[in-house]
């Protein structure tokens, strides 16, 4: 640990460690570049369509499939709507589905990683198992065949809006968590044999303390790390999904099911598709450049070595 | 090595299982009932739907359902599609070339990006080259498949006018106007998946030669003299490929989830667009089988991993 040298009255661990941390992923320029591009893009849909006050459905045939103009600053669908506003909600929703799904295979993997890593034995061996089941699933058919199956139903009860969102968020982060749960057991079985949990120990903290306490806040570096990548991940299979017309209904349009509307009308309105493809990659390489910006600054190794 | 090919092979088994019985749990959990039409028919008595049931074993134990269904996949009887009235292993032995040829063509345009770009990265860390390759390496892997795919047809086939953007399984021309109709056809959705796979593989070709590339047998092998080319291909490359062949492993899920995609931005009649017509038919036999022709081909890919695997380092298939 980086603190281990410093004199124990001005030691402060955990702030100097993450001031460390944050200082490297300040001077990594592309991360900084992602971070301001993705708050940009956040700020945008979260206060956007309340300046933008242009409706998401007002169909209005007279001006549909029209080039970026004043009127529309991103040009207008086959019926009429103004692909703007339509975009600033639809990213309310990429946006919102990337990190519930994130949250979620995260919660399950630090779980089971963390259950696996601090009780082994055969408790170890079974999940370990199961996330090598779950790692050889076909992502995107099954996520297609569950999707089919379960949305009529899920709609009926819960309403078509929350209904799908819930599938879709659900089913993303349900079959994400399995990368997350192997980096964390792999963090527990090193760190649980380290001075300072066995100092925990000795001390009798209970085992629920010293996984709370020690082992966890040391073994969230790669989770981190793993969520953010986690985020743009969940974006690209929502639009996937939606994309293929199996996600959100039309009247949730998300930035995937505006590329699915689109697409066909690609050679006489190409402005429709290119927005809301051009918002996703963005999101994406935003979030990629970040995870790599965090990699860097989260990476013990680097941050015991200085550069 | 046979010993530990054998051995791969036996530890498919549980795999399999496993993933059958993932697919049937979902298939069972899955609310609706394929009598459910007859229910809500009042001509059909309801002794008749009770028959149909007893019939088709619907009210079995779960287990014995279970067998029943995994004895049925395994035998090659998939079941009959209601909107296509063929049935389904016929339509998947049609469709399944087609991908295979598009999935098989994507990833060799991969590798053959990858490894030499990924190797000369990591000889020359930092410089003009590297900087360039990493940069298009990571807009690659973050462009996602349905977004190249609409920019390829908008610039290749709407705006250039080159390409195709519709694959045809029915090309009308014999000879060498086939192959050159066929090659024009395949160009986009190889190249959409094969840039996209070879950006990946970049990445993790250029660390893992700038893992092994300090290793001390490397300057053992410069030191006694070979040429540069020889300690690259021979020491290097062979060596950084142990980690890429697991990672590419992990990725094949992912691969074939992309592969469906290009499929239906193309209109390829490859198992991929099979699977979205049939989800929107409502054709659940078909969309059954597909799904676990897809979950076969992953663990039979794991499998080829790992036999590759054992021939890069010969030290595991003697453990």
């Known amino acids: ?307 | 090595m046979s010993k530990y090919v054998i051995r791969q092979v036996l530890i498919l088994i549980p795999v399999l299982l496993g993933i059958s019985l993932v697919l049937f749990t979902i298939l069972a959990m899955a609310p609706g009932d394929p009598f459910e039409e007859l229910a809500t028919n009042p001509n059909v008595p309801p002794e008749v739907r009770a028959n149909l049931r007893a019939k088709f074993g619907l009210d079995d134990p779960i287990a014995v359902r279970y067998l029943r269904w995994f004895v049925s996949m395994m035998k090659g009887d998939w079941g009959f599609s209601f909107v296509s009235r063929v049935d389904v292993d016929t339509l998947i032995l049609q469709r399944l070339p087609t991908s295979l040829f598009i999935l098989g063509s994507a990833l060799v345009l991969g590798v053959i990006i990858a490894l030499p770009i990924g190797t000369m990265s990591a000889l020359r860390p930092y410089s003009l080259f590297d900087q360039i390759a990493t940069t298009f390496a990571f807009i690659g892997f973050s462009l996602p498949t349905f977004f190249t795919g609409l920019v390829f047809i908008l610039v290749f086939s709407i705006w250039l006018d080159w390409l195709p953007f519709i694959y045809r399984a029915d090309i009308s021309a014999t000879g060498w106007r086939w192959y050159w109709e066929q090659l024009r056809q395949s160009i986009m959705p190889i190249a959409v998946l094969g840039l996209f796979q070879g950006a990946t593989l970049t990445r993790f070709m250029r660390s893992a030669v700038l893992d092994v590339i300090r290793l001390d047998y490397v300057n053992t092998a410069r030191a006694k003299g070979l040429s540069e080319k020889t300690t690259v291909v021979k020491h290097v490359v062979r060596n950084a490929l142990i980690p890429v062949v697991t990672l590419l492993a992990l990725q094949v899920p992912g691969i074939f989830g992309g592969a469906i995609i290009t499929e239906q931005i193309f209109r390829v009649p490859g198992i991929g667009s099979l699977l979205i017509n049939s989800i929107l038919a409502n054709d659940t036999p078909v969309v059954m089988a597909v799904t676990f022709v897809y979950s076969a081909l992953v663990v039979l890919s794991n499998l080829v991993a790992d036999i590759l695997y054992g021939w890069l380092d010969p030290r595991i298939s003697y453990r």
Do not use: C
């Open chain 1, 1 to 307: 640990m980086a603190t281990v040298a410093l004199p124990l009255r001005d030691a402060q661990p955990r702030t100097s460690l993450w001031r460390e941390a944050t200082r490297r992923f300040v001077k990594h320029r592309l991360a900084m570049v992602g971070l301001v591009l993705l708050a940009t893009m956040a700020v945008a849909v979260v206060a956007g369509p309340l300046v933008y006050r242009v409706p998401i459905d007002a169909i209005d045939f007279k001006a549909k499939l029209k080039a970026p103009s004043w009127a529309h600053p991103m040009g207008t669908d086959d019926l009429g709507q103004d692909v703007l506003a339509r975009m600033l909600y639809g990213g309310r929703i990429s946006l919102a589905v990337g990190i519930i799904s994130m949250l979620i295979a995260i919660t399950l993997g630090v779980l089971i990683g963390a259950i696996a890593g601090q009780l082994g034995g055969s408790a170890d061996h079974v999940l370990m198992r199961i996330t090598d089941l779950f790692l050889s699933l076909p992502g995107l058919p099954l996520l297609l065949l569950i999707v089919y199956l379960f949305r009529d139903s899920l709609r009926k009860f819960l309403g078509p809006e929350l209904g799908v969102f819930i599938l879709i968020v659900a089913v993303i982060g349900g079959l994400r968590w399995m990368t997350v749960a192997r980096l964390v057991r792999a963090q527990f079985l090193s760190l649980r044999e380290k001075e300072f949990v066995e100092a925990a120990r000795g001390l009798g903290a209970r085992p629920v303390r010293q996984v709370w306490r020690h082992i966890l806040p040391n073994a969230m570096g790669p989770v981190i790390v793993a969520a953010t990548i986690d985020v743009a991940a969940a974006i690209i299979a929502e639009s996937s999904l939606s994309f293929l017309g199996l996600g959100f209904p039309p009247d949730i349009p998300s930035w995937g099911r505006i590329l699915f509307d689109a697409k066909d009308n690609l050679d006489f309105a190409p402005h429709w598709a290119l927005f809301p493809g051009a918002a996703i990659f963005l999101t994406v390489l935003s979030i990629n450049y970040m995870g790599d910006g965090l990699r860097d600054a989260l990476d013990p190794r680097k941050v015991l070595g200085g550069k």
